[in-house]
């Protein structure tokens, strides 16, 4: 795995909110943020935590489980999607399924993109790159 050039890690700022409640998926995300001094990292195991902690927080970011133990995906962007509208944030789904009507419906409602896992560590990276230094 390539370092990010030590440009990349001192440029890159924001706060990135992580909902997802698998352990190996927690730690590859969380080991790669962690790379990046100026990111803040926040993370959630459960779509209601997430909800909360979005609200509260504001994140640049919302990286988003898809399946979560207590609601599904496109539930959280449902109850985020004011949110998405009337904040500066951003909210990544991360997904095993292709492109589904899921995917579909929670883009329709805010969601930026969405990630297939599992997370190919450079496009991780050059795409969490693009979502922060937006405009």
């Known amino acids: 795995m ?6 990349d890690l001192a440029d890159l700022h924001g706060c990135v909110l992580h909902i ?7 730690l ?8 990046y001094p100026g990111i803040e990292r926040l ?3 459960n779509g209601s935590d997430g909800i909360r902690i ?9 990286l988003l489980d898809m399946n979560l133990p207590d609601i599904g995906g496109l539930e959280v962007v ?3 999607n004011e ?10 789904l991360l997904t095993a399924e292709d492109f589904s009507v899921e995917v579909v419906k929670a883009m329709s409602l805010g969601a930026h993109d969405y990630w297939r896992k599992p997370l190919h560590v450079e496009l991780f990276r050059a795409s969490l790159v693009k979502m922060l230094q937006r405009p």
């Open 2 to 7: 390539r370092k990010p050039a030590k440009a």
């Open 28 to 35: 590859l995300v969380e080991t790669i943020l962690a790379t």
């Open 54 to 62: 979005a609200k509260e927080r504001k994140p640049d970011l919302i």
């Open 83 to 92: 949110f998405l509208h009337s904040e500066p944030v951003r909210l990544v």
């Open 20 to 26: 997802e409640d698998e352990p190996t998926g927690l």
């Open 78 to 80: 449902r109850a985020l």
């Open 43 to 45: 993370q959630a195991h």
